[in-house]
Each structure stands twice: as structure tokens, then as C-alpha cells.
T-cell receptor
Framework: EAGVAQSPRYKIIEKRQSVAFWCNPISGHATLYWYQQILGQGPKLLIQFQNNGVVDDSQLPKDRFSAERLKGVDSTLKIQPAKLEDSAVYLC??????????????FGSGTQLSVL | AQRVTQPEKLLSVFKGAPVELKCNYSYSGSPELFWYVQYSRQRLQLLLRHISRESIKGFTADLNKGETSFHLKKPFAQEEDSAMYYCALKSGGTSYGKLTFGQGTILTVHP
């Protein structure tokens, strides 16, 4: 099956600029997650969608970060304006349902953001 | 607040030697623990989960609630095991993707 698709693969911007990342989950996966992975750290959950609704965005810095999943399929994550500390890999992941015992999470390849 | 600690950033062993990647957690409820692995140039993927009590690629991990640990073990390491390993925790009743990750351990298996 096709995996989780993310683009772009790399992005370099200057601080205070805006940037957007795109994710296309595996077909049929209702739940979508965005994670931020700073160099040397494990992934940190930013936001979780169930279909087109936000389930948890408690760790999303809402003053500069926003995300949407308007039709319950693709999702975009935006940073405006970017700061140096936003340099990280942004991972998208998807799964079929919320609490299934045999549930499995599928990750995309990530977008590596460098803020100069 | 829940936390996952992987005390070793780097771990090197020789092929055929036993390997143990340490993971400790702090969580007041009943956690579910996972090990994720990222091989070179590949995506992050699930290796095993404690509720399955399974052995994957020769790896096992036992949840020790008394010591709040979930160490990953393999009796005989192989070169293809070289990768980044992350321990992750899911609090009870939440979605499987709502994970708290440790900082990761880079395992290098030398020939």
C-alpha cells in the first residue's frame, strides 16, 4: 500500500518568513498526527485530527503554528512567522482508528525545516 | 506529566553480542509502551508493543511496572540491527498515535 506522503522533503527559510508543509495520509486513515522532531530529541506531538476535526492541539504553539484538514484527507501545517527554534523535522503520521488494540501508526518521511 | 527516558544516546556492540536498550518511564496510570525503530534512510516504524508480548526480529521487551522500565533486549545482535531506537508511551484510553517519545538511542553493531 502507498505510504504517508509528505512534501516538501526539505525547506530552508529565513526567520520571520512563513512556511507550509503538506501531508497526504494512507487512504482510509481517519486519524492524522503532526509531530515535531528537533535534532537530538524524540518526536513531539503537535496536533491530532480525527477526520476533519481537531482532537488535541494542546502542544501546538498557536501564536505561530496552525494546521487544517478541511476535507478529512490531506492536511497542511503552517508556521507564520518562523523562529530559529522551529528548525526541526516535521513528521506526519496516520492510523485507521483511535483506540483499536491492534492499531498501528504509519509515519511519513518528514519535512526537514531549517530556519536561518 | 508523563515522561520517557532513554539514558543512552549511543550504544555500540559487536555482532553476536547481547544488546539491551534501556527505557524508563514516569506515568501515574496504566501505560502502554512501544519501541519504534528508524533504519538509515527509512521511516520511523513500530518494532514492538508490550501488550502483544511478541518477539520481533529477535527483540523482546518486558514491561516492569515496579521499576517503571521497558528495556529492549536481543541475545545476539546483528549488523542490520544498527538503527535509531525510540521508546514511546501511550497513556491509557488515548489514541495510538498520541505518544510520548524518549530521546532515542543510536545502536551500532560492529562486524
Amino acid at each position: 500500500e502507498a505510504g504517508v506522503a509528505q512534501s516538501p522533503r526539505y525547506k530552508i527559510i529565513e526567520k520571520r518568513q512563513s512556511v507550509a508543509f503538506w501531508c497526504n495520509p494512507i487512504s482510509g486513515h481517519a486519524t492524522l498526527y503532526w509531530y515535531q522532531q528537533i535534532l537530538g530529541q524524540g518526536p513531539k506531538l503537535l496536533i491530532q485530527f480525527q477526520n476533519n476535526g481537531v482532537v488535541d492541539d494542546s502542544q501546538l504553539p498557536k501564536d505561530r503554528f496552525s494546521a487544517e484538514r478541511l476535507k478529512g484527507v490531506d492536511s497542511t501545517l503552517k508556521i507564520q512567522p518562523a523562529k530559529l527554534e522551529d528548525s526541526a523535522v516535521y513528521l506526519c503520521a496516520s492510523s485507521t482508528n483511535r483506540t483499536g488494540r491492534n492499531e498501528k501508526l504509519f509515519f511519513g518521511s518528514g519535512t526537514q525545516l531549517s530556519v536561518l | 506529566a508523563q515522561r520517557v527516558t532513554q539514558p543512552e544516546k549511543l550504544l555500540s556492540v559487536f555482532k553476536g553480542a547481547p544488546v539491551e536498550l534501556k527505557c524508563n518511564y514516569s506515568y501515574s496510570g496504566s501505560p502502554e509502551l512501544f519501541w519504534y525503530v528508524q533504519y538509515s534512510r527509512q521511516r520511523l516504524q513500530l518494532l514492538l508493543r508490550h501488550i502483544s508480548r511478541e518477539s520481533i526480529k529477535g527483540f523482546t521487551a518486558d514491561l516492569n511496572k515496579g521499576e517503571t522500565s521497558f528495556h529492549l533486549k536481543k541475545p545476539f545482535a546483528q549488523e542490520e540491527d544498527s538503527a535509531m531506537y525510540y521508546c514511546a508511551l501511550k497513556s491509557g484510553g488515548t489514541s495510538y498515535g498520541k505518544l510520548t517519545f524518549g530521546q532515542g538511542t543510536i545502536l551500532t553493531v560492529h562486524p
